[in-house]
């Protein structure tokens, strides 16, 4: 019995992923040009939990 309550979890989060996927490819973001993500430095951010 676990194992079909947490299958249906599963669905229903993969469900709940893919609809906010497709939220977020319906924007349209333009960026600066030559701009470039930087992982090392997004992940050296301090958060504040204050």
């Given at each position: 019995m676990p194992d079909e309550k947490t299958s249906a979890v599963g669905e229903a989060d993969?469900?709940?992923?893919?609809?906010?996927?497709?939220?977020?490819?319906?924007?349209?973001?333009?960026?600066?040009?030559?701009?470039?993500?930087?992982r090392e430095e997004a992940n050296s951010r301090e958060t504040n939990s204050d």
């Open positions: 993969a469900d709940e992923r893919r609809a906010a996927l497709e939220r977020i490819r319906a924007f349209t973001w333009d960026l600066p040009e030559g701009w470039k993500f930087d």
